[in-house]
């Protein structure tokens, strides 16, 4: 789901905190940073595009990306309107948004405490173009009343 050269940024977790953020110039030095962040066991993710420089992983200096991406919190303890009560129910809803707007199925993801959705795209898509129709979604969610994590279908954070 990453586009295929560019620079590519990996973020280590401590508990909830960023521990380290590191940028690779190939998806093997990804993988190899993974595989040392798993083995001091550290959480990581892959920033989802790939960035013009490895000055930082902001909005702005991400070049393209590759996948059309939600965040479904989950949570039974909270009742804040933020969080599905379960991954089914979140899971039910998603189901309702693939099949109403004829969507292609999406991968998914356990993120532990709620889902990661990613529909891959064949090609990396300049960020701009990309922006464009990631809004259109996120819009869409929100119309239709589900639960997402907002700032995330368009990567409307200060860090992607």
Not at 91 to 99: E, I, N, P, Y
């Amino acid at each position: 789901m990453l586009p295929p050269e560019g620079v590519y940024c990996v973020v280590a977790l401590k508990g909830k905190f960023l521990h380290s953020q590191t940028f690779h110039k190939t998806q093997q030095d990804v993988d190899t940073a993974i595989d040392l962040l798993e083995e001091a066991g550290l959480n990581s993710y892959i920033a989802v595009g790939n960035f013009i420089s490895a000055e930082n992983r902001t909005a702005p200096n991400v070049q393209s990306v590759r996948s059309f991406f939600l965040d479904l919190d989950c949570d039974p303890t909270i009742d804040d309107g933020k969080h599905y009560p379960s991954q089914a129910a979140a899971l039910q809803a998603l189901k309702g948004l693939v099949s109403d707007l004829k969507l292609p199925q999406p991968v998914i993801v356990n993120s532990g405490r709620g889902i990661h959705v990613y529909w891959p795209l064949k090609t990396a898509v300049p960020r701009d173009e990309w922006k464009a129709v990631a809004e259109r979604l996120k819009a869409t969610c929100l119309l239709r009343g589900m639960t997402i994590d907002p700032a995330v279908p368009a990567e409307d954070r200060k860090s992607v």
